[in-house]
């Protein structure tokens, strides 16, 4: 099955900008949707951003659209979440997240994704 190693989590001044990485291993993650994740202090895990497994369909949260934008590259076993403009409550722990899925499919439902990845800590200071 596939591991997620995530990357790139930092503490930033509110207004910067960050990019995070997931890496894959175990199997091509070309055959899984992917998803960003995050769990604020005192919070409960809240969806960010989804993409299909050929990066032609993306979908992000109210809370990061314009803002956040998820990517893949399938050849490097990698996906990205650009953050631009970041606020305070923007931190949190960020987390990668797979499952296998079929052509063109994306979700937000994080009881869909079976495969996880350890988190990376963004934090960020007004």
């Known amino acids: 099955q596939v591991q997620l190693v995530e990357s790139g989590g930092m503490s930033v001044q509110a207004g910067d900008s960050l990019r995070l990485s997931c890496v894959a291993s175990?199997?091509?993650?070309?055959?899984?949707?992917v998803a960003w994740f995050r769990r604020a202090p005192g919070k409960e895990r809240e969806f960010v951003g989804t993409i299909s497994r050929a990066g032609t369909i993306t979908h992000h949260a109210d809370s990061v659209k314009g803002r956040f934008r998820i990517s893949r590259d399938n050849a490097q076993n990698t996906v990205s979440l650009q953050m631009n403009r970041v606020k305070p409550e923007d931190t949190a722990v960020y987390y990668c997240a797979a499952f296998l899925g079929v052509t063109g499919e994306v979700s937000q439902s994080d009881s869909r994704y079976r495969h996880w990845g350890q988190g990376t800590q963004v934090t960020v200071s007004s």
């Open positions: 175990g199997e091509p993650i070309s055959a899984y949707v």
